[in-house]
């Protein structure tokens, strides 16, 4: 079974940058949709960034556009969420996904449970 595998998370200062990486085993990245999801403590698992196969399309959730960008590296089939001015909101678990089972999740990154392949999560936490 095909398994994801996050890393890059950490403690920064607000305003600050990070790097997360999503390798997986098994995962052709140019054919499925792959995204990027976040969880903080007491609230519901949220889509953040979503990039359709091939690379065609990407979608962001309003809270990150314009301070996030997800792109992947084909040659090492790896998926990044590279995170620019970074805010206390943002601390949270991110988690890599992949493999929605309906095309149209992958566009409004809801129900985040038809996404069927998961990391273990990678913990973010942004201080003021």
């Known amino acids: 079974q095909a398994q994801l595998v996050e890393s890059g998370g950490g403690s920064v200062q607000a305003g600050g940058s990070l790097r997360l990486s999503c390798a997986p085993s098994s995962y052709d990245y140019k054919t499925t949709c792959m995204g990027w999801f976040r969880q903080a403590p007491g609230k519901e698992r949220e889509g953040v960034a979503t990039?359709?196969?091939?690379?065609?399309?990407?979608r962001y959730a309003d809270s990150v556009k314009g301070r996030f960008t997800i792109s992947q590296d084909n040659a090492k089939n790896t998926l990044y969420l590279q995170m620019n001015s970074l805010k206390p909101e943002d601390t949270a678990m991110y988690y890599c996904?992949?493999?929605?089972?309906?095309?149209?999740?992958?566009?409004?990154?809801?129900?985040?449970?038809?996404?069927?392949?998961w990391g273990q999560g990678t913990q973010v936490t942004v201080s003021s």
């Open positions: 990039r359709a196969s091939h690379g065609t399309t990407t």
């Open positions: 996904a992949a493999e929605p089972r309906a095309p149209l999740s992958c566009v409004t990154m809801r129900p985040v449970t038809a996404f069927g392949a």
